[in-house]
């Protein structure tokens, strides 16, 4: 595991945490942290289908903030795992929903990256007057370049990876291999998708921090749950329009906003958090120097905990 920034607020264990079902399908795990009576915040994880960690309760001040954290379908608790069926961005957008009415919140501060970046603009996109303002990490806009950047754009950082991640996969297949893989991850046979998940989560994992980290002890339900999800809606272009994201932007920009970006990140690189801060002009850009693609890299991290005890005093960013 890498090792825990020390900008975090000290860990802690969930007020109340339970089990939403919100379909004949999935049920979702949710947890709430921090203060009942504190600013709302809905916390929205990678991925998709990463699921949470107990350090994602950590970028909140307890006292100040009323935290609502969940495993999005098909990842972490949430059952059954890795299920891609009814597994859309506009059923997530839904299942946020329900959440929040559940809760009885009004307006939440909404915070989310890489995957969740995804998500929180999709979700402020739809539904602007529930949101506050947005902190943002990692930006994925889930272009097709972005897609073809995350497949094949390894080879030129990381050319052993690539290496390692294209030798299961036939000659003939290797012209697609988002194709390939999703073949072989959505299907119904173990033998065939487990490989292919371990593979998978390997080929991001490794990527993930701009230095060597020690090696994760491998998690079936972290390699099933990102193999399986995140191919699925790299595949179906998270189930909008390429660039839509960017092009309603203008729906959620009187909101606050600020984009931690790491400079040296290659799963997703700084054009796409470019792109979105000049399509949005009151937005905040932090550009972090030394940093990869993670949460939890030191200058990012710093930078996340300062943005939230930045608006928990100011209701914005500066």
Request: hydrophobic share 40%; proline share 8%; with cysteine.
């Amino acid at each position: 595991m890498p090792v825990t920034p020390p900008s975090l607020f000290p860990p802690i264990q969930p007020l109340r945490h339970g089990m939403l079902a919100v379909d004949e399908l999935h049920t979702i795990y949710w947890e709430e942290v921090g203060n009942p009576d504190g600013i709302p915040v809905v916390f929205l994880h990678g991925g998709p289908g990463a699921g949470l960690s107990p350090q994602h309760r950590r970028f909140f001040d307890p006292h100040t903030y009323r935290v609502i954290l969940f495993d999005q379908r098909g990842a972490g608790k949430s059952t059954p795992l890795g299920e891609w069926r009814n597994n859309t961005t506009q059923l997530l957008i839904e299942d946020i929903e329900r959440l929040r009415v559940k809760f009885g919140i009004d307006k939440w501060l909404v915070f989310g990256g890489s995957w969740g970046s995804t998500l929180a603009l999709a979700y402020g996109e739809a539904h602007p007057e529930r949101c506050l303002g947005f902190v943002l990490r990692g930006i994925f806009l889930c272009t097709r370049a972005e897609v073809d950047w995350f497949i094949n754009g390894a080879q030129w950082f990381h050319p052993e990876l690539y290496e390692e991640f294209v030798a299961p996969i036939p000659l003939q297949e290797r012209h697609d291999l988002l194709g390939a893989y999703a073949r072989r991850l959505l299907c119904h046979d173990p033998d065939v998708y487990w490989p292919a998940a371990r593979a998978w989560s390997r080929f991001e994992g490794r990527r993930v921090f701009l230095l060597p980290q020690p090696e994760e002890v491998a998690s079936d339900t972290l390699d099933l749950g990102v193999g399986r999800l995140e191919s699925h809606y790299m595949l179906n272009g998270a189930f909008v329009d390429d660039d839509q994201l960017v092009r309603d932007v203008g729906r959620i920009a009187h909101l606050p906003a600020i984009i931690v970006q790491g400079r040296y990140d290659v799963i997703c690189p700084p054009l796409s958090a470019w792109r979105l801060h000049a399509a949005w002009p009151g937005s905040k850009l932090a550009m972090i120097p030394d940093a990869g693609h993670g949460a939890l890299e030191a200058g990012i991290a710093r930078a996340l905990v300062a943005a939230t005890e930045q608006f928990k005093r100011l209701g914005r960013f500066e």
